[in-house]
């Protein structure tokens, strides 16, 4: 059973920054490609960021390239978000996901497993 569990997440400074950590296990992942996504409350779940875990290769939203980047460390089944220059408005719950498929995969409907989430807050 694929487990994904995410840490990281807190109240932070707007300006700051936090790095998101997801554990995998379960699994052999080396077929799946990982995603980070958001939801702040009243919206809808929103594409992050993601990186197929074989190749390495990253994708991340447009509006957030240049401010979160995502990363993997093969030996420990861990992918992070390292999210800097935080905004008031990059406040949610962050969720680790995993799907079978090819990067970047934005829709939350190609992902199998999900995480519980992390709640990110930034105040001003």
């Known amino acids: 059973q694929v487990q994904l569990v995410e840490s990281g997440g807190g109240l932070v400074q707007a300006g700051g920054s936090l790095r998101l950590s997801c554990v995998a296990s379960?699994?052999?992942?080396?077929?799946?490609?990982m995603g980070w996504f958001r939801q702040a409350p009243g919206k809808e779940r929103e594409f992050v960021a993601a990186i197929s875990w074989s190749l390495g290769s990253t994708y991340a939203a447009d509006s957030l390239k240049g401010q979160f980047t995502i990363s993997r460390d093969n030996a420990k089944n861990t992918v992070y978000l390292q999210m800097n220059s935080l905004k008031r408005e990059d406040t949610a719950v962050y969720y680790c996901?995993?799907?079978?498929?090819?990067?970047?995969?934005?829709?939350?409907?190609?992902?199998?497993?999900w995480g519980q989430g992390t709640q990110v807050t930034v105040s001003s």
């Open positions: 379960g699994g052999t992942f080396s077929m799946y490609v």
């Open positions: 996901a995993a799907g079978i498929g090819w990067a970047p995969m934005v829709d939350t409907g190609r992902y199998d497993y």
